[in-house]
Structure formats: structure tokens, C-alpha cells
């Protein structure tokens, strides 16, 4: 079996190959936790921003939403008005629940380049 450094004895190549594994491994475990830091971080401003903007959204829309009953109570009785702006206004929030719900599915925080690292040497060894 020819060899790049014929003078290191077998114990001596075990051993390095033990330490180049060790060291593989924690590079490994590093770049996975810097891309769940990564992810993690970006989901929190994104929610950050989407609470925020709900805020303002929800003042402005009680707004409206008070002006819009007060004014189909100038046509319908009180309860009917309200009862259509309250319906109206649950209907827009369902909406609103849905869209947030499939963002945040969309949301990737599996560390993808690092299993990518660690499934792609597997799979050569195997082939």
C-alpha cells in the first residue's frame, strides 16, 4: 500500500486521522450553529417587523372599522351595522392569520448547507 509519508508508524496515522475527524467535527457543528444564528435572527426582525406593523394596522383599522359602523348605522339599525362591521372585520383577520401562518412555514431553519456537508461524503463512500 504506497503512502505520502512511509516513516509515520500505524499508531501515528490513527492518531492524526483521529485528530483531522475531531477537527472536521467541530467545523462542522460550528457552521451549523452560525446558519441557525443566521436563520434564527432574520426570523426575529421579520417578526419584530410584523408585530410592529400590526400594531399601526390594527389602530388604523378601529378606526375604520368604528367609522364604518357609524355610518351604516345612518341606513341600518345599530345592531345590523355593527354586526356586519364585526363580521367583516373577522373575516380581513382570518385572512391576515393565514398569510402569517404560511410565512412563517416558509421559514427554513434546518442548517440545509451543513447536512449538505455531512450527507454528500456518505453518499461517495457508499458509491
Given amino acids: 500500500m504506497p503512502t505520502d509519508a ?3 508508524s500505524i499508531g501515528d496515522l490513527v492518531t492524526h486521522l483521529t485528530q483531522q475527524a475531531s477537527t472536521l467535527i467541530r467545523q462542522e457543528i460550528a457552521l451549523a450553529q452560525a446558519e441557525m444564528q443566521q436563520n434564527t435572527s432574520t426570523i426575529q426582525r421579520s417578526l419584530a417587523l410584523i408585530i410592529a406593523g400590526g400594531a399601526v394596522v390594527f389602530a388604523g383599522f378601529v378606526a375604520l372599522l368604528t367609522t ?4 351604516l348605522a345612518q341606513i341600518l339599525p345599530w345592531w345590523q351595522a355593527g354586526l356586519i362591521g364585526g363580521g367583516g372585520s373577522v373575516l380581513v383577520g382570518l385572512i391576515v392569520l393565514i398569510i ?8 427554513r431553519l434546518v442548517p440545509r448547507r451543513t447536512l449538505r456537508a455531512l450527507v454528500a461524503p456518505t453518499k461517495e463512500a457508499t458509491t
Fill in 6 to 8: 512511509p516513516d509515520l
Fill in 68 to 71: 364604518g359602523i357609524i355610518a
Fill in 100 to 107: 402569517g401562518q404560511v410565512a412563517l412555514r416558509r421559514a
